[in-house]
């Protein structure tokens, strides 16, 4: 298996304008995660889904954003509009299993920028 | 919130040294786990203990739990030049994994 692909890698954007970060779990996992990591704040949970159903997005910042996961190989993460605070490494991760001792498979991540 | 804190927050070592880092969690957890970063990449899953579990062992790694703490330590034992990234540690409870803001090891080669 590739492991969890994202992209873009890089994102540069100019302040309100519609971001879309894209995710590809790996093939079986049940679970999919969506992570923001700052250096101010490391690693902060925004949403993930269970068998492509949202269970928990109470960490989403803002109405701004939002998330999706039409089918189980594909999720995405948009923001709109888009602001310089949103600057920030945004990670996909994706596991078998929840709370039954399995680790996150993490992907390559895709850095934004807000100008 | 459950989320750790990793001690130090940077550790600098020579090459073949021993590196221990130490992690605080605030409530009970089912597992703890060990992320490695490198620069500019994503999380890499290193190692899991479970809460009934008291030390483990993968290769040069090992890692503690003391539930009564609410802490885990993690050593890298004859670090390597290879070994530079950021270690965070993950708590797992009933809810997805909450991580710490890692602690920053460089190897001096």
């Known amino acids: 298996d590739a492991g969890v692909i994202q992209s873009p890698r890089h994102e540069v954007t100019e302040m309100g304008q519609e971001v879309t970060l894209r995710c590809k779990p790996i093939s079986g996992h049940d679970y999919l995660f969506w992570y923001r990591q700052t250096m101010m704040r490391g690693l902060e949970l925004l949403i993930y889904?269970?068998?492509?159903?949202?269970?928990?997005d109470s960490g989403m910042p803002e109405d701004r954003f939002s998330a999706k996961m039409p089918n189980a190989s594909f999720s995405t993460l948009k923001i709109q509009p888009s602001e310089p605070r949103d600057s920030a490494v945004y990670f996909c991760?994706?596991?078998?299993?929840?709370?039954?001792?399995?680790?996150?498979?993490f992907g390559s991540g895709t850095r934004l920028t807000v100008v | 919130s459950q989320q750790g804190e990793e001690d130090p927050q940077a550790l600098s070592i020579q090459e073949g040294e021993n590196a221990t880092m130490n992690c605080s969690y605030k409530?009970?957890?089912?597992?703890l786990q060990w992320y490695r970063q490198n620069s500019g990449r994503g999380l890499v899953h290193l190692i899991l203990i479970r809460s009934n579990e008291r030390e483990k062992h993968s290769g040069r790694l090992r890692v503690t739990l003391d539930t009564s703490k609410k802490s885990s330590s993690l050593l890298i034992t004859a670090s390597r030049a290879a070994d530079t990234a950021s270690y965070f540690c993950?708590?797992?409870?009933?809810?997805?994994?909450?991580f710490g803001k890692g602690t920053r090891l460089s190897v001096i080669a």
């Open positions: 889904f269970n068998n492509n159903v949202p269970i928990d």
């Open positions: 409530t009970s957890i089912n597992n």
């Open positions: 993950a708590s797992s409870g009933n809810t997805p994994l909450v």
């Open positions: 991760a994706s596991s078998p299993r929840e709370g039954q001792g399995w680790g996150y498979t």
